[in-house]
């Protein structure tokens, strides 16, 4: 069984276009992530949610909306899309973030977004 | 808030070589310590991690040891496989993680 599951794996699209990456954990966490990978692999947190609420929203331009309708989801909607959205979008998910306890996180296979 | 500074890469090494990712992170406290590997197309996965001062984390022949004194979390194998070629990640944090740039490891046959 998968873990953390992304869809799409690939998402081709062009400028200005609004698109969504899907989420789900069957792991029974409470925290769930958005990151950004650049070209250079650099990896960057955008959003934290804990229990369906936004903890963590790092600067992200508004375009970009995480929604989590329940516990095992987290979706990124962007609207607007441009050329430097193009990246490798990793979701992630954690037992629980904000104990202070350290956990482990989970990672989903990433999706690929071009921009054209 | 935390930072991670890890060598640049790409290293590369043959077969059976010794390996040292190097990995130095600034926080306040305790915070636990982690390496996470990316194999090419694919997600990060938890390769190893330390909670405390004098940890040594281990697993599938990587080691690193918790340095609080010098802040440092330095990734070693004594022997890589090209199986091992993959990007290196330290990362650092309580609860949310705070990730280095990633050591790309490319290892010929």
């Known amino acids: 069984d998968t873990a953390v599951s992304q869809t799409p794996k690939y998402l081709v699209t062009q400028m200005g276009n609004d698109k969504s990456i899907k989420c789900e954990q069957n792991l029974g966490h409470d925290t769930m992530y958005w990151y950004k990978q650049d070209s250079k692999k650099f990896l960057k947190i955008m959003f934290s949610y804990n229990n369906k609420e936004l903890i963590i929203n790092e600067t992200v331009p508004n375009r970009f909306s995480p929604k989590s309708p329940d516990k095992a989801h987290l979706n990124l909607h962007i609207n607007s899309l441009e050329l430097g959205d193009s990246a490798v979008y990793f979701c992630?998910?954690?037992?629980?973030?904000?104990?202070?306890?350290?956990?482990?996180?989970?990672f989903g296979p990433g999706t690929r977004l071009t921009v054209l | 808030g935390n930072s991670v500074t890890q060598m640049e890469g790409p290293v590369t090494l043959s077969e059976e070589a010794f390996l040292t990712i190097n990995c130095t992170y600034t926080a306040t406290g305790y915070p636990s310590l982690f390496w996470y590997v990316q194999y090419p197309g694919e997600g990060l996965q938890l390769l190893l991690k330390?909670?405390?001062?004098?940890d040594k984390g281990s697993n599938k022949g990587f080691e690193a040891t918790y340095r609080k004194e010098t802040t440092s979390f330095h990734l070693e194998k004594g022997s890589v496989q090209v199986s091992d070629s993959a990007v290196y990640f330290c990362?650092?944090?309580?609860?949310?993680?705070?990730f280095g740039k990633g050591t790309m490891l490319l290892v010929s046959p």
């Open positions: 990362a650092v944090g309580y609860s949310t993680l705070t």
């Open positions: 330390a909670t405390k001062a004098d």
């Open positions: 992630a998910s954690s037992q629980d973030s904000f104990t202070g306890t350290e956990n482990e996180q989970f």
